[in-house]
């Protein structure tokens, strides 16, 4: 097998995916409650969702928290699950409510929110890597 980088460990390898992941999520948390909160729940609302603005409360705390909790490395599989549950949500919003093609055009597609999902979830099967709380209190 070729490897390109043979001395890095897979432990340090996870952290960029994870410490980026977290900042995404936390930007996209952040970003609903700047916006305005309320502008989501009415987007939600459009969407069918119950309680909508009660979930867009639970959605942009949850980015946020989890978000935060996957940049410090910090009870990372209950995090990485969370979000890639969340992620999974958006997708299937993105490809049967809205009809969003894969790769965005006109409207913006569900590709990024697949890749966040499959990050969410190789982050909450693999564990936060090297450089985390998680790593500190509990080892490997």
Not at 36 to 53: A, C, H, K, V
Not at 75 to 96: D, E, S
């Amino acid at each position: 097998m070729f490897d390109l980088f043979p001395s890095v460990d897979i432990q340090l390898g996870l952290v960029p995916l994870r410490v980026l992941l977290g900042i995404i999520m936390m930007d996209s948390g952040i970003g609903k409650w700047r916006r305005g909160i309320n502008g989501t729940g009415d987007w939600f609302e459009s969407l069918g969702f119950p309680f909508p603005q009660n979930l867009a409360r639970f959605v942009a705390t949850l980015e946020t928290i989890c978000g935060l909790m996957l940049v410090i490395g910090l009870l990372t599989p209950v995090a990485g699950l969370l979000i890639a549950i969340n992620m999974t949500v958006a997708t299937a919003v993105q490809k049967f409510k809205l009809g969003a093609p894969f790769q965005g055009g006109d409207v913006q597609g569900y590709e990024l929110d697949i890749i966040l999902a499959v990050s969410a979830l190789t982050i909450a099967f693999t564990g936060p890597g090297a450089l985390s709380v998680d790593s500190l209190f509990f080892g490997n």
